[in-house]
C-alpha cells in the first residue's frame, strides 16, 4: 500500500478558458465549444450507428446499407475537428529532447518559431485541402449509399486545418505576450509529476 496520498490528477476537459486578452479570447473560447460539440457528437453518432448495425446483423439478419458511409463521414469529422481540438489543449506529439536543453528564453523563442511554422503548415494543408475538394466538386462523384455528393464528407479537411493554424498562431501571439512559455493559449509549458507509488 501507498504511504503517500494519491495525488489528483489535473482535469483539463471542463470548461476551457481562454488564456488571450478581449476578443481573441472570445474567438478562441467560441472555437473550443465547438469543437468540443463536434467531436463528442461525431463518437457518439459513431457509436449508435455501429451499434444499430451489428444488432441489425445479428437480430435480423442484414444490417445497415448505409452503416459503413455513415462511419466514415463521422471519421473524418472527428480527425479534423480532433487536431484544433488537441493543439488548443497541447496534446500534440512533441519531439522535445533539443527543446527541453533550452533555458527558459530559449524555450520561448523557439515554441514561438513553431508555433507559427506549424500555423503557417496549416493554412498551406488548408489551402491544398480546399482545391481537393474543388477537383471532387467537378468530377460529380457521390456516395453510393447515401446519395450525397462525396466533396461534401471532405470540407472537415479545410475547416480542421484552418482552425488548427488559427490555434497555432494565436499560441505564438500567447508567447509573445506573456512571461511563461505556452504549448497552446492555455496550457504552460511544463511536465507534471502524476505517478504514484503502488
Known amino acids: 500500500m501507498s504511504e503517500h496520498p494519491q495525488e489528483a490528477v489535473e482535469d483539463d476537459t471542463g470548461t476551457y478558458e481562454s488564456g488571450l486578452p478581449g476578443i481573441l479570447g472570445t474567438i478562441d473560447e467560441w472555437i473550443a465549444k465547438t469543437e ?19 444488432i441489425g446483423r445479428f437480430v435480423f439478419g442484414e444490417g445497415l446499407f448505409f452503416s459503413g458511409e455513415i462511419n466514415r463521414i463521422l471519421i473524418i469529422l472527428i480527425t479534423f475537428a480532433g487536431i484544433g481540438y488537441a493543439a488548443r489543449h497541447g496534446r500534440h506529439i512533441r519531439m522535445s529532447a533539443v527543446y527541453d536543453a533550452f533555458p527558459a528564453s530559449g524555450r520561448k523563442v523557439l515554441m514561438i518559431i513553431i508555433a507559427l511554422f506549424t500555423s503557417v503548415v496549416m493554412f498551406f ?23 450525397l455528393p462525396i466533396w461534401w464528407i471532405y470540407v472537415w479537411a479545410p475547416i480542421g486545418f484552418a482552425v488548427t493554424g488559427i490555434q497555432y498562431f494565436l499560441t505564438a501571439i500567447k508567447n ?4 511563461d512559455v505556452y504549448l497552446s493559449t492555455g496550457v504552460v509549458d511544463g511536465y507534471a509529476d502524476t505517478e504514484s507509488e503502488v
Open 36 to 54: 468540443a460539440v463536434m467531436l463528442a457528437a461525431g463518437v457518439i453518432l459513431m457509436a449508435i450507428n455501429t451499434c444499430i448495425n451489428v
Open 125 to 147: 494543408l488548408c489551402y491544398y485541402s480546399y482545391g481537393y475538394i474543388e477537383t471532387l466538386y467537378s468530377r460529380g462523384r457521390i456516395l453510393p449509399a447515401l446519395g
Open 176 to 179: 509573445f505576450t506573456s512571461k
